[in-house]
Each structure stands twice: as C-alpha cells, then as structure tokens.
C-alpha cells in the first residue's frame, strides 16, 4: 500500500479496527464472503473513475455518499460488506487512491482472518515470505508473471502451476488476487507486503534475520525472546540464508537494521585503519 498522509492513515486504521470486531465469533464461511466482495468493489472502484471520485469526496456530505454506494452496491454485496464500506465513504481520505487501497487492504485482511480462524495463520505468513523470497531468485518467473501483454488468466495458471499443492489456500488466493489486480506492484513486493500483513494481523511485528548459516530452533526462540523484549511487543522470525555475511547476523524490523554481521564489523575495522 503506498504511504498515506494523515487523514487517510487514520480513516484506514479506523476501518481495520472495525473490520476486527466484526470478524470476531464470525464465520470462516463469512469472513472469506467478506474478502470476496471487498475485491469485487476494487475492481469496481478501479474501473470506474467517477464512482470512485464522488465516494472519496471529501467535500460531499457521508450521508449523500452512503445513498451512492447502496444504489450502486446494494443488491450486489451482502449487508456486512455495506456496513463497512459506508464507514470507508463516510471517512475523510487525503486522495480517491488511499480509498481504493484500503479497501484492497481491508479484502486481504478478512481472508487472513480465514488462515486465523483455522490455526494456520504462521503457515500462510511463512509461505508468503518463501514466495517473495523464490520471486527474487527467479526472475524469469517474476517477468513472466507480470507480463502485461499476457493475458490475466495465462498468468494466474501459471502461478497455480507452481503453487498447486503446495502452499495453503488462502496463500494462493491472495497471490492470485495480486497477479490478477497488481496496482503497479510486481508479485515478490506484493508477497512480502502480505507476509508483513500476515503478522500485523497477529498483532506482531516481524524481524527478517539474515544470516551465513540456519539458526537451530533454540537460536530462534531465544533471538525472538531477546527481540519482544526489546520491542516491546510479540515478534515473529523471518530467517533468509546469505553466506556472503560470513558470520554474525542482520536483522531488520520495520525501518530498523541491526547488523552484527561479521562483513560489517571486517568493513568498520578497515575504515579505522590509517590511511
């Protein structure tokens, strides 16, 4: 999701909050209904311009808004999907864009809710990671995947042809989803996006740990305690190989780099040395 000035940051938080106590004793039936007609108002949203304007115009009065949206939606979406979305209208948006998004935002977030509701929320956070992290390795496969003189459906049965039984269903569907409405992102950013979704949705923050050689699970455990207690708060491992730090490890959390690698610490020796 691109960078929000204040009043949209605000408006989606309040919308993600409402999303949660709706998704709370919820179906898993209902959430992913929820997730389904949220996309459909994206690509709605997307393709019609107008529509997408007057709803995000802050100079028009919510309840003029709501009228739009339920004579346009209200035999197409269920009465949940209505109710959330006349909060997005009725909200204040910095530009028509941060509307669009978050709606796209709010979709991801009550299919995760599916993965949550099943015990599989990790699983679907990690295979996230791993195909952001394949993407990277493979770009052949990141072009082909993001070719736009390939038709949508081309595209998406070829990433069902790596996918197929491999991964968990709503990790599919939410790759699916970013392949067949990119929004200018390519699919490893949108993995990793995801993924990061995956862990907020946890209320967690997550550590991507690059290190020269796997950590043992003990290693692990004891490098997430150290991390939460820094923090603050639950953090969660996202552990990447690169032999190329020779040893120590880099550890990332949001903005924040920490690196004890020992390629650093070799680079900071020599710049000390006289010249």
Do not use: C
């Amino acid at each position: 999701m691109q960078q929000m000035r204040a009043a949209s940051r605000q408006a989606a938080a309040d919308a993600r909050d409402r999303l949660y106590r709706y998704l709370d004793g919820t179906p898993e039936s209902e959430a992913e209904q929820l997730g389904e007609e949220l996309f459909a108002v994206v690509d709605l949203l997307l393709a019609e311009p107008v529509l997408r304007r007057h709803l995000a115009d802050p100079a028009t009065a919510a309840a003029g808004k709501n009228r739009l949206l339920r004579t346009v939606l209200g035999r197409a979406i269920g009465e949940p999907t209505l109710d959330l979305l006349s909060g997005l209208v009725g909200a204040r948006w910095s530009g028509t864009r941060d509307l669009v998004d978050s709606v796209e935002m709010l979709g991801q977030l009550a299919l995760l809710a599916v993965a949550q509701k099943q015990g599989a929320i990790e699983e679907v956070e990690d295979e996230l990671f791993r195909v952001g992290r394949l993407l990277d390795r493979e770009p052949r496969l990141r072009l082909l995947l993001a070719d736009p003189t390939a038709p949508v459906q081309r595209r998406v049965e070829l990433l069902r042809s790596v996918l197929s039984g491999k991964v968990h269903p709503v990790t599919e569907r939410q790759l699916v989803r970013a392949v067949q409405a990119p929004q200018g992102r390519g699919l490893d950013r949108a993995a990793e996006e995801l993924a990061e979704l995956a862990a907020a949705s946890r209320e967690r923050s997550v550590a991507k740990v690059s290190t020269p050689t796997g950590l043992s699970d003990d290693q692990q455990r004891r490098l997430t305690e150290a991390l939460s207690r820094f923090y603050g708060r639950p953090i969660g491992l996202q552990v990447e190989l690169r032999p190329e730090l020779i040893g120590g490890l880099v550890v990332r959390v949001g903005d924040e780099v920490i690196d004890g690698s020992l390629a650093a610490r070799i680079l900071a020796a020599r710049q000390r040395l006289p010249h």
